[in-house]
């Protein structure tokens, strides 16, 4: 048996399902499982009939969700007392508490955004619970993002499935490479973004032992 006919098998199985859904939950909190090329592969096996795409989304994103909301805990419960440890005047500090800042202004789009990034989505994450991120909050933008995740993920597999329907293999390595192609793009816009906002000149201060003007 070479390796499409055991991909085939695979994919037929009634088991995918439970694999794709575990591969997604242990992603979530340990970021060296590929479960975007799982579903990535499962959707373009879909393309010619089996595994079923609705259910590979829906499994996806079920499995996304539930590892998210497990390092959202992990970091909720020893993040917290590792930064009550920190000291006050420190650098980590104060990098924590620009990212509490960052997370509490605008969450749910870092949160969002995160999904895309490879190990990034952990960092997020934990930092959020470490932070004690609003649980309910944190459920309503970790839903969007993970619903978001597992329709992209399936559907860039899909399309490369229908696009190389009699050679399952292209359409593996068209899937993968438009996935990573984003990842790219939402890299490079996340930079730009950091860099602008660096940029930026700091708000002028009075000096120091001047009276300000009535």
């Avoid at 924590?96 to 969450?107: M, V």
């Amino acid at each position: 048996m070479d390796l499409l006919d055991l991909l085939h098998e695979t994919m037929s199985s009634p088991w995918v399902y439970l694999a794709i859904f575990s591969i997604a939950v242990l992603d979530g909190f340990f970021p060296v499982v590929p479960s975007e090329t799982a579903v990535i592969t499962a959707g373009v096996f879909a393309a010619s009939g089996a595994p079923y795409l609705p259910a590979v989304i829906l499994v996806a994103a079920a499995g996304a969700l539930v590892g998210d909301h497990i390092s959202y805990a992990i970091g909720w419960g020893g993040g917290t007392r590792l930064l009550d440890r920190l000291p006050p005047d420190g650098r980590r500090r104060a990098a924590i508490d620009q990212a509490r800042r960052g997370i509490a202004t605008r969450g749910g789009l870092i949160l969002t955004v995160a999904r895309y990034i490879p190990g990034g989505r952990t960092a997020v994450t934990l930092t959020m619970g470490a932070v004690r991120y609003p649980r309910r909050r944190f459920l309503a933008f970790g839903a969007l993002a993970a619903s978001s995740w597992g329709l992209y993920s399936a559907l860039v597999g899909y399309v490369g499935g229908l696009a190389f329907e009699q050679d399952p293999l292209r359409g593996l390595l068209l899937g993968l490479g438009l996935a990573v192609t984003v990842t790219v793009v939402v890299e490079v816009v996340r930079w730009l973004g950091n860099r602008r906002r660096s940029a930026r000149p700091a708000p002028a201060t009075e000096p120091v032992g001047r009276i300000p003007a009535r």
